[in-house]
């Protein structure tokens, strides 16, 4: 197999796992959410704290806990770049549903996955997800933008 092969091939399977992943996010399968976190992982996730490396089932569990029905996800402009040993993709996001509290949710927010070969497959080692913040003093998170 060519070098140019085996990164389409590559590139092919990191895709298939982004999407599985959000496809289990939108079913709140914990399990499917975390199947491909590396041993390593280390998250910069939307909600507190500022680094975590233990995002579990449990704690998945909990969240989806507080939505009524599916949560809407998209994954867009999706971009992976690949190498030998390890990769990297970022897109936006977007996440729509309701809360148990009426609360309805319509957030675009921006992940960039880092992802190291090991073995033959891909792990996901790094999650950083973020929201732009209004720096006119307030700090409100900028959850009006849209792509």
Not at 45 to 51: E, K, T
Not at 53 to 70: I, L, M, P, Y
Not at 113 to 135: N, Q, T
Request: hydrophobic share 40%; with cysteine.
């Amino acid at each position: 197999m060519s070098i140019q092969d085996a990164k389409a091939t590559d590139e092919a399977r990191i895709r298939a796992m982004i999407e599985e992943r959000a496809n289990a996010l939108c079913h709140k399968d914990s399990s499917g959410v975390i199947r491909h976190q590396g041993e390593d992982f280390v998250q910069f996730s939307l909600a507190p704290p500022l680094i975590s490396t233990d995002a579990n089932v449990k704690g998945f569990e909990a969240w989806f806990a507080t939505w009524r029905g599916q949560i809407g996800c998209e994954v867009r402009d999706l971009n992976i770049t690949v190498s030998d040993t390890a990769a990297f993709s970022y897109s936006l996001n977007h996440m729509t549903g309701t809360k148990k509290d009426g609360q309805e949710v319509d957030l675009w927010f921006r992940q960039t996955l880092c992802f190291r070969k090991i073995d033959d497959g891909w792990a996901v080692v790094h999650e950083h997800e973020s929201v732009p913040f209004y720096m006119d003093g307030s700090f409100r998170a900028a959850i009006d933008l849209k792509p």
